[in-house]
């Protein structure tokens, strides 16, 4: 099994940044695509960025394309979520997950980011 903790949420201005971390233990190896979904009050939790084991494949959804950046560091076990310029749109819990050899996926306990306008 993989665990997973988030750090880094908290409370930002409009236009202001914030960076979001995640640690994953357990069975890292097996670690394949880490990424970030977020869940706005009322909404559907949505895949905001993705990140492969190699780092060449990065997907971002559109709203965030060119204000965030997910990175991953150089024991692939720890993935990152750069938030500049943030809107208070963006403002959601935010999910790390880690998906696994055989489609297994584990999931973060949740950080709350709140943008304040």
């Known amino acids: 099994q993989v665990q997973l903790v988030e750090s880094g949420g908290g409370l930002a201005q409009a236009g202001g940044s914030l960076r979001l971390s995640c640690a994953a233990s357990?069975?890292?190896?097996?670690?394949?695509?880490m990424g970030w979904s977020r869940q706005a009050p009322g909404k559907e939790r949505e895949s905001v960025a993705s990140?492969?084991?190699?780092?060449?494949?990065?997907t971002y959804v559109d709203s965030v394309k060119g204000r965030f950046t997910i990175s991953r560091d150089g024991a692939k076990s720890t993935v990152y979520l750069q938030m500049n310029s943030l809107k208070p749109e963006d403002t959601a819990v935010y999910y790390c997950y880690a998906v696994s050899g055989g489609g297994e996926t584990a999931w973060g306990q949740g950080t709350q980011v709140t943008v304040s306008s």
């Open positions: 990140i492969s084991r190699s780092g060449d494949y990065i």
């Open positions: 357990g069975r890292t190896f097996h670690i394949y695509t």
